[in-house]
C-alpha cells in the first residue's frame, strides 16, 4: 500500500521543528508569568514563568534565526538555505527583550505609583471562639464608621489571620500586595482568669513627620480581665484605639502633602475616637501636629489653644513651648515668645534651634547685644547650622557692623552653598559698603540658583542704577515685575531710574502702579514728588509728600523732600520749618544743612545761611555745594576774600560743568576781569 506523504506527523515535527516546540511552551509560560505580574503575584513562580518564557522565547527565535537546511539531495551538490520565516525569528531576538523590559518597567512602575486610596487592611484577630467574641467585626465596624465621611480611605478585611510565627514579614508582604498603607492585626487568648492580647499596627511606608508608636502598637502583650471580653468591653476599646491610630497616621499623610485642612479635619476626627490615654500615642502629639498644621495654615489663635492643651498634657515638652514661641513671635507678642523660648531652653539647654529662635526675638526686640550672645551660643553648641550664622549676620547688619555681618555669610554659605538667599543678602551688605561690583556677583549667584528670584533682580537693578548703567537697571527691574507682578518695590525703582533718564511720565506712572499695590507705603508717593517736581508741578509734589508724611512721620527725607518743594515756590518760612524737622529727625545729614541755608540766602538772612554752609562742610568737608553757596553769601555780604576763597574750593571740588561755569563768573565778577 502506498505511504500517504501528504499526512501531518506530529512527531516528525517534534524532531524537524524543535524552536516551534520551544516557543509555544515559552508563550505560554510568559502569558501565565505577565497575567500573574499584573495581578501583583512577585512570587517565585511567577518568576520562574517570567524567565522560562522570555528566555525560551528568545532561544526558540534565535534557532529558527540561525538554522540552516541542507540541500535537498544528499550529499548533492547546492548551498544551505536559512528558512523562510528567518525575518520573523531575527525580528523576535530584538523585539522579545524590548517587551520584557517594557512589561516589566511597567509593572514596576505601576507597583511605585501610590494608590488612589489609602487602604488599611484589617486581619482576622487570632483568637478563640472568633463568632462569640467578635474582635474583627467590630474593629472593621469602628474604622469603617470613623471612616465613612472620608473618600479617600478604605478600609478592606483581609479574610485570614495573621500568626504571632508569621509577624510582621507576612503582615507586610500582605500590605505590599495590597498597597495598603496601614495593616492592623493581631492576636488574643482567653485563660480562666485573664485575657492576654496583642496588637501590631503596620505602616509599611511611614509618611513623613510620622512619629514612633508606642510598643502597645507593637505587638506588646497586653493582660486584661476576661470580663472585660466577655462584656465587648475590650472590643469597644481596641476598635476605638485603631480608629484614632488610623485617623492620625492618614492625618500625617494629608499633613505632609500640605494639605492643612484635610491633616486638620483627620487629627480632630481622631481625638474625637476616645476621650481614654492610648498608650500608644499620647493625645499630645495629636494636638501638637494639629497646631502645626493651624500655622501653617495662619490660623495662629487655633493653633496656640491646641499647644496650650499639649503643655497642660505634657508640661515637659520643650518643642511645644518652642512651638507656641514661634506662633507669639509671628503674631509680634514678643514677650510671651521669649517667656516661651526660654522655658524650652530650661528643659533641652543644648538644643541650637532654641537659642537660634530666642536671638531672633531678641533682634525683633531691638536688643541686638542679646540677640548676638545667642546666636553664638547656637553656634558653639551646632556649628554646622548655617541659619544660626545667618541670623546673627541680620544683628551685625543692624549694628552698622557690615564686615561682621559679611563674615557670617560666607560661614552661611560655606555651609549651605546653594542658599539663594544668603547671596542676596551678602549683595545688599557689600551694597552697603558701596562695593557695587561684589554685590552685582552676588546678585548674579542668587539668580544663578533660583531664576525665579524677582527681590534679586530687583536688588540687582537699584545696584545697575547706583552704578549710572540705567539700561541693565531698567532690564532687571522688568524682570523682577514679570516674575512678580505685585512687585511694588520694583515699580518703584524703575520709576526712580526713569526719573534719572528724564523720561518722567514713565516715572509717575511706575509710581501710581506702585502705589496702587502698595496704598500704605509712603516710599512711592515721596518717589512721585521728586517727578513732578523736576516737571514743576510743585502742588501735586507736595500732596504726595503730604501723604508720605501723613504714612511716615519718622520719614526725615520727605521733610527735605517738601522743603525743596516750597522753595520752588518761593516758600521759604515752610521750605526752612521742613528742614528743621529733616534735622530734628537726622541731624547730621550735611545735604539739608546745605538746603536750609539755600533757604535762608533766597531770604536775606546771610549770617544763618553761613552758619548751615558750616555746618555742611564741617559734616563733609569734600562737598562741593555748600562752598558755592557760602562764597555767594560771602559776595552778598561784601566779603570778597571769603567769597573768592570759597567759589575756588568750589571748582577743585565739583565735576559739575553748569555749576563750574556758574562759579568762574562769579570769581571773574570779583576779580574785576
Known amino acids: 500500500?502506498?505511504?500517504?506523504?501528504?499526512?501531518?506527523?506530529?512527531?516528525?515535527?517534534?524532531?524537524?521543528?524543535?524552536?516551534?516546540?520551544?516557543?509555544?511552551?515559552?508563550?505560554?509560560?510568559?502569558?501565565?508569568?505577565?497575567?500573574?505580574?499584573?495581578?501583583?503575584?512577585?512570587?517565585?513562580?511567577?518568576?520562574?514563568?517570567?524567565?522560562?518564557?522570555?528566555?525560551?522565547?528568545?532561544?526558540?527565535?534565535?534557532?529558527?534565526?540561525?538554522?540552516?537546511?541542507?540541500?535537498?539531495?544528499?550529499?548533492?551538490?547546492?548551498?544551505?538555505?536559512?528558512?523562510?520565516?528567518?525575518?520573523?525569528?531575527?525580528?523576535?531576538?530584538?523585539?522579545?527583550p524590548l517587551l520584557a523590559a517594557g512589561g516589566v518597567g511597567y509593572n514596576l512602575y505601576?507597583?511605585?505609583?501610590?494608590?488612589?486610596?489609602?487602604?488599611?487592611?484589617?486581619?482576622?484577630?487570632?483568637?478563640?471562639?472568633?463568632?462569640?467574641?467578635?474582635?474583627?467585626?467590630?474593629?472593621?465596624?469602628?474604622?469603617?464608621?470613623?471612616?465613612?465621611?472620608?473618600?479617600?480611605?478604605?478600609?478592606?478585611?483581609?479574610?485570614?489571620?495573621?500568626?504571632?510565627?508569621?509577624?510582621?514579614?507576612?503582615?507586610?508582604?500582605?500590605?505590599?500586595?495590597?498597597?495598603?498603607?496601614?495593616?492592623?492585626?493581631?492576636?488574643?487568648?482567653?485563660?480562666?482568669?485573664?485575657?492576654?492580647?496583642?496588637?501590631?499596627?503596620?505602616?509599611?511606608?511611614?509618611?513623613?513627620y510620622m512619629p514612633e508608636l508606642g510598643p502597645e502598637a507593637k505587638g506588646l502583650v497586653q493582660t486584661m480581665a476576661v470580663a472585660k471580653l466577655e462584656s465587648f468591653t475590650l472590643q469597644t476599646r481596641l476598635s476605638a484605639e485603631m480608629a484614632y491610630l488610623s485617623l492620625f497616621t492618614v492625618g500625617v499623610a494629608r499633613y505632609a502633602a500640605e494639605d492643612w485642612d484635610g491633616a486638620i479635619a483627620r487629627f480632630g476626627d481622631a481625638l474625637n475616637q476616645t476621650v481614654e490615654p492610648v498608650p500608644a500615642l499620647d493625645q499630645s502629639t495629636v494636638h501638637f501636629h494639629r497646631a502645626n498644621a493651624y500655622y501653617h495654615k495662619g490660623d495662629l489663635d487655633r493653633a496656640i489653644a491646641d499647644l496650650d492643651r499639649v503643655i497642660k498634657l505634657k508640661p515637659d515638652y520643650a518643642e511645644a513651648y518652642s512651638n507656641r514661641g514661634d506662633v507669639y513671635n509671628f503674631k509680634g507678642d514678643f514677650d510671651r515668645a521669649m517667656a516661651d523660648y526660654e522655658q524650652a531652653i530650661k528643659l533641652k539647654p543644648d538644643v541650637a534651634w532654641l537659642y537660634i529662635n530666642r536671638g531672633a526675638t531678641h533682634a525683633y526686640k531691638g536688643d541686638i547685644d542679646c540677640a548676638i550672645a545667642d546666636f553664638d551660643k547656637a553656634i558653639k553648641l551646632a556649628p554646622d547650622i548655617a541659619t544660626a550664622y545667618y541670623n546673627r549676620r541680620i544683628s551685625y547688619a543692624n549694628k552698622g557692623d557690615l564686615d561682621g555681618a559679611i563674615a557670617d555669610y560666607d560661614r552661611s554659605i560655606k555651609l549651605k552653598p546653594d542658599y539663594a538667599e544668603v547671596y542676596n543678602d551678602r549683595g545688599l551688605a557689600y551694597a552697603n559698603k558701596g562695593d557695587l561690583d561684589r554685590a552685582i556677583a552676588d546678585f548674579d549667584k542668587a539668580i544663578k540658583l533660583k531664576p525665579d528670584y524677582s527681590q534679586a533682580y530687583n536688588n540687582r537693578g537699584n545696584r545697575y542704577a547706583d552704578k549710572g548703567d540705567l539700561a541693565r537697571a531698567i532690564a532687571d527691574f522688568d524682570k523682577a515685575i514679570k516674575l512678580k507682578p505685585d512687585n511694588a518695590a520694583a515699580y518703584n525703582n524703575r520709576g526712580l531710574v526713569y526719573v534719572d533718564k528724564g523720561d518722567f511720565d514713565c516715572a509717575i506712572a511706575d509710581f501710581d502702579q506702585s502705589i496702587k499695590l502698595a496704598p500704605d507705603v509712603a516710599l512711592p508717593y515721596n518717589s512721585r514728588g521728586i517727578a513732578y517736581v523736576e516737571k514743576g508741578e510743585y502742588d501735586l509734589a507736595i500732596a504726595d509728600y503730604d501723604r508720605a508724611i501723613e504714612l511716615r512721620p519718622d520719614m526725615a527725607e520727605v521733610y527735605g523732600n517738601r522743603g525743596n518743594a516750597y522753595v520752588e515756590k518761593g516758600e521759604y518760612d515752610k521750605a526752612i520749618a521742613d528742614y528743621d524737622k529733616f534735622i530734628e529727625l537726622k541731624p547730621s545729614d550735611a545735604g539739608v544743612y546745605h538746603s536750609r541755608g539755600l533757604a535762608y540766602r533766597y531770604k536775606g538772612e546771610y549770617d544763618k545761611a553761613i552758619a548751615d554752609y558750616d555746618r555742611a562742610i564741617e559734616l563733609r568737608p569734600d562737598y562741593a555745594n555748600p562752598y558755592y553757596g557760602r562764597g555767594l553769601a560771602h559776595k552778598m555780604r561784601g566779603e570778597k576774600e571769603e567769597a573768592i576763597r570759597d567759589l575756588e574750593r568750589f571748582l577743585e571740588l565739583s565735576e559739575d560743568e553748569y555749576w563750574r561755569e556758574e562759579a568762574e563768573k562769579q570769581l571773574r565778577e570779583l576779580k574785576g576781569e
Open 110 to 208: 505601576q507597583q511605585a505609583q501610590s494608590p488612589a486610596k489609602v487602604i488599611i487592611l484589617i486581619a482576622d484577630f487570632d483568637g478563640p471562639e472568633p463568632q462569640k467574641y467578635r474582635v474583627t467585626e467590630t474593629v472593621l465596624a469602628r474604622l469603617r464608621a470613623a471612616l465613612e465621611s472620608y473618600d479617600d480611605v478604605q478600609v478592606e478585611a483581609l479574610g485570614q489571620a495573621i500568626t504571632e510565627a508569621e509577624g510582621s514579614v507576612t503582615a507586610c508582604a500582605e500590605g505590599e500586595k495590597r498597597k495598603a498603607a496601614i495593616v492592623i492585626w493581631g492576636w488574643y487568648g482567653v485563660t480562666a482568669e485573664a485575657v492576654p492580647l496583642s496588637v501590631h499596627f503596620e505602616v509599611p511606608r511611614p509618611p513623613k
Open 1 to 96: 500500500m502506498k505511504e500517504n506523504t501528504s499526512r501531518f506527523n506530529w512527531l516528525d515535527l517534534t524532531k524537524k521543528s524543535p524552536g516551534w516546540i520551544t516557543g509555544f511552551i515559552a508563550f505560554v509560560s510568559a502569558v501565565v508569568g505577565f497575567i500573574k505580574l499584573w495581578q501583583g503575584d512577585t512570587s517565585l513562580v511567577t518568576a520562574v514563568l517570567l524567565v522560562v518564557g522570555v528566555g525560551g522565547g528568545w532561544l526558540g527565535c534565535a534557532y529558527l534565526a540561525f538554522k540552516r537546511t541542507p540541500p535537498l539531495v544528499e550529499g548533492g551538490k547546492g548551498t544551505w538555505k536559512y528558512p523562510r520565516w528567518r525575518p520573523w525569528a531575527l525580528a523576535g531576538l530584538v523585539i522579545i
